[in-house]
C-alpha cells in the first residue's frame, strides 16, 4: 500500500456505542483468555463490569475500561496504514474523560507531521483521540507510523 498524506489530514470512524455487551466482552475476555480452557471467565467485580461497585467508587454506573477505545484508534489506523501499522507503528493514549454505557464514540486521528527518514521511509506522526457526539474528548494520545 502506497500512502501519500500531508499534514492536517483527518480521519474518523463512524460513530459506535459504548454497549454494556462491548464493555463485558473486553472485561470478561482477559481471565477468559489467561484460564484458555474454552470456558467463560469472570473476576472480582470492577467499576468496568459491576454497577454496585462502581456506584460506590463515586460513578453512576460502569465505565468502559480505556483499553477499548484504544483499540478503536488502533483499528482506525490499520485501515489507514495497513497491517504494517502492527508492525512499525508506536501509539500512546491517555484516558480523560470516562465512557458510559450507551455514549457515542468516534475514533480519530490527524496527521500532524510527515518526515522522510535517513531510510528513506516516510515517517507520519498522528493527534488521536476518542469523542463523543458533541465533540468532547474522551481519549487522547499520539500515534507514530512508518512506512516504506
Request: charged share 25%.
Amino acid at each position: 500500500m502506497t500512502l501519500s498524506l500531508e499534514a492536517g489530514t483527518e480521519f474518523r470512524t463512524r460513530p459506535r456505542a459504548m454497549t454494556r455487551e462491548r464493555m463485558r466482552w473486553y472485561v470478561d475476555g482477559q481471565p477468559t483468555i489467561g484460564a484458555d480452557d474454552g470456558r467463560v471467565h469472570t473476576q472480582p467485580p470492577t467499576i468496568h463490569d459491576d454497577d454496585e461497585y462502581a456506584i460506590k467508587q463515586g460513578l453512576p454506573g460502569i465505565i468502559a475500561d480505556g483499553m477499548i477505545s484504544t483499540n478503536w484508534i488502533q483499528g482506525l489506523l490499520i485501515d489507514v496504514f495497513g497491517p504494517q501499522f502492527a508492525c512499525r507503528s508506536r501509539l500512546s493514549t491517555k484516558y480523560i474523560a470516562p465512557i458510559y454505557e450507551n455514549m457515542t464514540v468516534i475514533a480519530c486521528a490527524k496527521v500532524s507531521t510527515v518526515v522522510v527518514n535517513e531510510e528513506g521511509k516516510t515517517v507520519y506522526h498522528l493527534d488521536v483521540w476518542c469523542e463523543d457526539e458533541k465533540a468532547k474528548k474522551l481519549t487522547v494520545g499520539a500515534a507514530m507510523v512508518v512506512t516504506a
